[in-house]
């Protein structure tokens, strides 16, 4: 069993930065893939970025590429996201989730989400 808490969210302006964080408890994490998810009002959920158990692989979507870059420390149980240039379209509630595969990718686990609202 693993639990996820997100945090780091909040508001920003267009080019601003914010660090996500997905702390787990659970004896698996350090063996999981974990991936960052999200969800804009009225839009369908949608993979934004994620990362192998021992971090050596790394997907992004388009959209973010040379944006956001995602990390772990398995240390410390966490996975982080840090977005930069921040663009409006980037509005939504982020969702990190961990799972046994990195690809295909299938989250077994997902936390509650943080809100990340970019003003333009």
């Known amino acids: 069993q693993v639990q996820l808490v997100e945090s780091g969210g909040g508001l920003v302006q267009a080019g601003g930065s914010l660090r996500l964080s997905c702390v787990a408890s659970?004896?698996?994490?350090?063996?999981?893939?974990v991936g960052w998810f999200r969800q804009a009002p009225g839009k369908e959920r949608e993979p934004v970025a994620r990362?192998?158990?021992?971090?050596?692989?790394?997907y992004y979507v388009d959209s973010v590429k040379g944006r956001f870059t995602i990390s772990r420390d398995n240390a410390k149980n966490s996975v982080y996201l840090q977005m930069n240039s921040l663009k409006p379209e980037d509005t939504a509630v982020y969702y990190c989730?961990?799972?046994?595969?990195?690809?295909?990718?299938?989250?077994?686990?997902w936390g509650q989400g943080t809100q990340v609202t970019v003003s333009s």
């Open positions: 989730a961990a799972g046994g595969r990195y690809y295909p990718f299938a989250g077994d686990y």
């Open positions: 990362i192998s158990w021992g971090g050596s692989r790394t």
């Open positions: 659970g004896r698996t994490f350090s063996s999981s893939a």
